[in-house]
């Protein structure tokens, strides 16, 4: 007689939002590390903040007070404390967990709810990186300093209560360390996952073809994306650029524009898939990206990336991409006219295919447990 298998490890994935693993949260990220987890045989508990009515509605009033008193209501009511009074209701109510993966470390505190069991954190900068930096999100979105400088604090307690902080990339990792005074033993890297694309068996290397994505289209620099594309187009009359996310219309001889395509869109996505398929060359030279999916998209299509240097991007796809810092137009028209090489652009877009063959959700999910010892039934 044997003994029954063991039980599949569970796991509670915390993230602050009433529907933790919708792809709509953090570009995907949750939705991915909670399929990644599923396909190593993992029960995940999605872990949200689903505040009730009564409490949304004492809340909506305490941020309607006016003066300095209602503004500090809003800070420590409203921002914080009803969130983690909801996370903690929803970690309390999750049952027997292995382990607690929690993301989004800047808007609660772990300190505060955290169980008996081990407790990792993913990110892929701190905030402190991001308010350095002047092309940031969080830079340009209006953010009073003060607020900022409590989220950085916040994000700063929560991962010292954490077990393990896993971050994508060692640019990321460097800052928990340096910044945060993380101990250089509990921050590791594990990657960023991606959904892969399709490549394209009829894929013409002959004729440069240059594929931006971007939805943001200041911050991922596609205005000189264009103006470098110009140069290149002059060398080569036959090159095209098509552009996808939230573009201007752009009336350049060889520029397509198809706008928005939404991931939640099965036709839209289909062409985009599509795009990536006949494309020869990815170009993202972003204003700053700490590790954008849409690099490791790219590369499992079999496309090389020119990449930015501000933020982690970069270590992303190693010889498959080449960076340029988002200012330098003559080192943006080099890199283009670079991969306009058929050979180039072929052997570096397979070596991209290759190194993301090691980049899934699953990978990512599997490094993470076994950053805190978690076995799972199934290996990548």
């Not at 460097?174 to 101990?183: D, K, M, N, S, T």
């Not at 009829?202 to 596609?222: M, Y």
């Not at 340029?324 to 070596?351: Q, S």
């Amino acid at each position: 007689m044997t003994d029954d298998p063991s039980p599949a490890p569970r796991i509670g994935l915390l993230y602050p939002a009433a529907d933790p693993s919708s792809p709509e949260n953090w570009s995907g990220t949750p939705h991915g590390l909670t399929n990644g987890l599923r396909a190593l045989g993992v029960d995940v508990v999605p872990v949200g903040a689903h505040l009730p009515r009564s409490v949304r509605g004492g809340l909506r009033l305490l941020s309607q007070l006016g003066g300095d008193r209602g503004e500090e209501a809003n800070r420590t009511a409203v921002r914080r404390r009803p969130r983690e009074w909801a996370l903690g209701r929803s970690v309390a109510g999750a049952g027997r967990l292995d382990g607690l993966l929690a993301m989004g470390t800047d808007v609660y505190d772990l300190a505060r709810i955290r169980p008996p069991v081990p407790v990792v954190t993913y990110d892929d900068a701190t905030l402190q990186q991001m308010w350095d930096h002047p092309d940031s999100e969080i830079r340009n979105s209006g953010f009073r300093e003060e607020r900022v400088r409590e989220w950085i604090d916040l994000q700063r307690r929560s991962s010292r209560a954490a077990d393990m902080c896993c971050v994508s990339t060692s640019w990321a990792g460097r800052a928990f360390v340096e910044g945060y005074g993380i101990p250089a033993d509990r921050v590791t890297t594990v990657g960023m996952g991606h959904r892969p694309r399709r490549g394209g068996g009829h894929r013409d290397w002959s004729r440069p073809t240059f594929l931006f994505v971007g939805v943001d289209w200041v911050r991922k620099n596609g205005a000189a994306v264009v103006r470098a594309f110009e140069a290149v187009h002059a060398d080569h009359p036959e090159a095209v650029l098509h552009l996808v996310g939230g573009h201007p219309t752009v009336d350049r001889p060889g520029v397509v524009g198809h706008g928005f395509l939404a991931r939640e869109v099965p036709s839209q996505q289909a062409e985009l898939d599509g795009l990536f398929a006949t494309a020869t060359a990815f170009v993202l030279p972003s204003r700053f990206d700490p590790s954008p999916i849409a690099y490791l998209e790219a590369a499992s299509a079999g496309l090389p990336v020119v990449a930015t240097t501000e933020g982690g991007a970069g270590e992303l796809l190693g010889d498959a991409a080449l960076t340029v810092h988002p200012d330098d137009h003559n080192g943006l028209v080099a890199a283009m006219r670079t991969l306009a090489d058929p050979d180039t652009a072929r052997t570096m877009g397979g070596h991209g295919a290759e190194r993301t063959a090691h980049a899934s959700w699953t990978h990512v999910a599997h490094r993470i447990l076994r950053s805190v010892g978690i076995d799972t039934p199934e290996r990548p």
